[in-house]
């Protein structure tokens, strides 16, 4: 197993023993201090998502979401459940779909797409066998131009029956008719041997480019992000580079971590403008707290770090918190809408609480992220 499949594993292994533990932040520091005023909990987007049927989305992680315009966006999931909640509690039968489930939501109105039938759902991308083990594509990020959708997938191995038993083998590109969601094509673009970060993450576009974030977790439980760029030409994403931290280079293999954060970047994270400064919202990977980062230019460097919110599941041993992204097409100029994934040790629990595996929303003041 190559180096950077070897410390993925061991990073997210290392989520379930380091998410229970407390915090090391400084609480006195005062630009680190979360000031509560300016964050508004928010439970109607949970109830868009997740409402009462039988044949809905009733729980899942990921929640990324992906405008198209101004009244609609997709938003993709990695395992989901679907099938009806009853007093809170899923039937045993219930099955887990690994990969990827989708949902329109418009307006109050929200659709789920699948793929299988709808007897028996399942994710509406998916893959071949690698090496003779199942693979299933996980979702990242993307972008609806020319009415096509532009998707980033990540292809995970899974190579046992234990729930850690996977590795990221690659990043596919894919483009979808957004009209049906059929596929137009797709295209590998790099594996885990080829690359120095799992790009697809963090999209924002900027001067002609879109620019394609990527954290690289190592051994040593640092997580950098990196960043590539391309250009969308005759509807599709051409001319790839990498910032290897003075140019832009053809190799992904030489791409090297943007300077200024100095947290473990989640897997899942957000970069989008405002203002004509860059933000970076990331949950530190191995704890409950949920950070910005700004900067002048999408390759940084990064400062004015500021922590926006402290997880309150992080204080309860029986779940794990992960993957903070920001929703910048919701709301107000003036606000953020924020979500976060939380699941269960205990994957039973699962089935006795269905709340446990839905993602929590938060509103934040802009002003108090670029101030």
């Known amino acids: 197993m190559n180096r950077i499949f070897l410390t993925h594993l061991l990073i997210l292994s290392g989520l379930l023993l380091l998410s229970c533990q407390e915090s090391d932040k400084k609480e006195n520091d005062p630009d680190l201090s979360q000031d509560t005023g300016k964050v508004r909990l928010d439970t109607r987007m949970v109830q868009l998502l997740f409402p009462p049927g039988k044949d809905i989305l009733t729980g899942g992680d ?7 315009d101004d009244a609609k966006s997709f938003w993709l999931w990695g395992d989901s459940f679907l099938g009806e909640v ?3 509690r899923r039937a045993g039968s219930t099955p887990l779909i690994a990969g990827n489930v989708w949902q329109l939501l418009e307006g109050d109105s929200v659709r789920t797409i699948t793929g299988g039938t709808s007897t028996h759902p399942g994710p509406l991308l998916k893959t071949e066998n690698i090496d003779n083990y199942p693979a299933i ?5 993307g972008f609806v131009e020319n009415n096509i959708v532009h998707l980033f997938m990540s292809t995970i191995v899974k190579t046992g029956t234990g729930s850690w038993d996977f590795y990221w083998h690659s990043t596919i590109y894919y483009r979808l008719n957004l009209s049906d969601l059929s596929v137009i094509d797709k295209q590998q673009l790099f594996t885990g041997t080829e690359a120095n970060a799992h790009f697809g993450f ?3 576009h ?5 620019y394609v974030y990527g954290s690289n977790p190592q051994v040593d439980f640092t997580a950098p992000l990196h960043v590539a760029r391309a250009r969308l030409v005759e509807d599709q994403l051409r001319e790839w580079a990498f910032f290897n931290g003075n140019s832009w280079v053809p190799d ?3 791409s090297k971590p943007l300077q200024g954060i100095d947290i473990p970047v989640s897997e899942q994270f957000s970069v989008f403008t405002h203002d004509n400064r860059f933000i970076l919202l990331t949950q530190d990977r191995f704890q409950p707290e949920i950070y910005t980062y700004t900067a002048e230019t999408p390759v ?3 400062s004015h770090k500021k922590l926006i919110y402290t997880i309150p599941e992080g204080n309860d041993s029986r779940l794990f918190t992960y993957n903070a992204m920001a929703h910048p097409q919701y709301g107000e100029k003036s606000e953020l809408l924020v979500s ?3 699941n269960a040790q205990n994957f039973g629990d699962l089935y006795r609480d269905a709340s446990i595996y839905r993602p929590r929303f938060f509103w934040i003041s802009l002003d108090s992220i670029l101030e």
């Open 62 to 68: 990921g929640a990324i979401s992906i405008p198209i």
């Open 86 to 88: 009853v007093d809170d």
């Open 137 to 141: 594509l996980w979702p990242m990020h």
């Open 202 to 204: 963090g999209v924002t």
């Open 206 to 210: 900027h001067n002609g480019y879109y």
């Open 252 to 254: 992904p293999s030489e």
């Open 300 to 302: 940084g460097p990064w």
């Open 340 to 342: 976060y994934c939380v």
